[in-house]
Nanobody, 117 residues
Framework: QVQLVESGGGLVQPGGSRRLSCAAS????????MGWYRQAPGKERELVAN?????????TYADSVKGRFTISRDNAKNTVYLQMNSLKPEDTAVYYC?????????WGQGTQVTVSS
């Protein structure tokens, strides 16, 4: 059974940085993309960043995080990272990783990131 385990969340001051990691245990056949979503209280879940695992390696970022967040991956380890810099209070949310494969989508349990002084 595939499980996604996220880590790296916590409390950070405005302007600070945080790195999230998401590692998949178990084999996932034919991964199409790996990404991060977030959900703030009272809001819908939104895409933060996504990376295509094929040759293109195309990356998509939400406008709100462009220039501040960087997504990366280690295909061999089935791990995806999200480097978050210049964090703002509005980045406060539960962050979820998602791996989309040919047969199914896999979601992590979520990790809380709180940006506050």
């Amino acid at each position: 059974q595939v499980q996604l385990v996220e880590s790296g969340g916590g409390l950070v001051q405005p302007g600070g940085s945080r790195r999230l990691s998401c590692a998949a245990s178990g084999y996932i056949f034919s991964i199409n993309s790996m990404g991060w979503y977030r959900q703030a209280p009272g809001k819908e879940r939104e895409l933060v960043a996504n990376i295509i695992t094929g040759r293109s390696g195309h990356i998509t970022y939400a406008d709100s995080v462009k220039g501040r967040f960087t997504i990366s991956r280690d295909n061999a380890k089935n791990t995806v990272y999200l480097q978050m810099n210049s964090l703002k209070p509005e980045d406060t949310a539960v962050y979820y990783c998602c791996i989309r494969a040919i047969s199914s989508d896999y979601w992590g349990q979520g990790t809380q990131v709180t940006v506050s002084s």
